[in-house]
């Protein structure tokens, strides 16, 4: 496939590697190189299969509405962009074009979500708790895409919210937990990446998917057709 990647920073540099390793052709843009998204023009998007978006909350929204326009299919990592969910779905089911979003593309982080669902019905048998989640210093949005994402699974199966405790120190690639208590005990559920190399290639891994298809999908909803 020939990629597109909007977002040249830790993690859109990794899934240009990882692209090319499994055999693409990958350009990666930074913002100077896509400012005022001088880049993504109808003719240049018409030389793509498939746009990845890791970038910033600020930009992503005008990144996906030009592509959309244009027709250009796409993966989005970035979050930070949730509450115009509504608006962008109408966008792409209007376009016809295929878009996957996720809050995180690593499949073990969409494990924990299925686990997540499981453990729900206790806050509706005496169990009350907290979600906490830490990432490194330069993470713009807080509490990060994935703790709102538990919180959604939560309270998706019990109709009941946690409140979520972020922590941004050092390099911390992403930890994630939930802590339940009852008068009887307490048990934690956590994930902890240990690299960002887990997101690339979830993200790479669906964007093949994507390709030549049309909808709107959630990563959380796909990630076990991926090959």
């Known amino acids: 496939m020939n990629l597109l990647v909007l977002g040249k920073g830790k993690t859109g540099g990794l899934v240009a590697e990882i692209a090319q390793q499994r055999g693409h052709t990958v350009r990666a843009l930074n913002s100077a190189d896509n400012a005022g998204n001088k880049a993504l023009t109808r003719e240049s998007l018409a030389n793509f299969d498939v746009v990845i978006d890791f970038t910033t909350p600020h930009s992503v929204l005008e990144n996906i509405a030009t592509c959309v ?6 993966v989005v990592g970035t979050t930070g962009w949730y509450d ?14 295929g878009f996957v979003f996720g809050a995180n593309f690593s499949i073990g982080v969409n494990i924990f979500f299925d686990v997540a669902k499981a453990v729900a019905p206790a806050l509706n048998l005496g169990y009350t708790g907290h979600i906490v989640e ?3 210093v330069h993470k ?6 994935t703790a709102v994402a538990i919180n959604n699974v939560l309270e998706s199966r019990s109709g009941k919210t946690l409140a979520i405790d972020s922590v941004r120190e050092g390099d911390t690639v992403g930890d994630h937990g939930i802590v339940l208590q009852s008068q009887n005990d307490v048990f934690m559920l956590s994930h902890s990446a240990l690299s960002r190399q887990g997101f690339a290639e979830g993200a790479v891994r669906a964007a093949e998917w994507i390709k030549g298809k049309g909808g709107f999908y959630d990563f959380r909803d796909v990630w076990r057709e991926l090959k």
């Open 69 to 74: 326009r244009h027709e250009a299919n796409m």
């Open 134 to 136: 830490r990432h490194h």
């Open 84 to 97: 115009k969910i509504p608006q962008v779905r109408n966008l792409v089911e209007a376009s016809g074009t």
């Open 140 to 145: 713009k949005d807080k509490p990060s895409g």
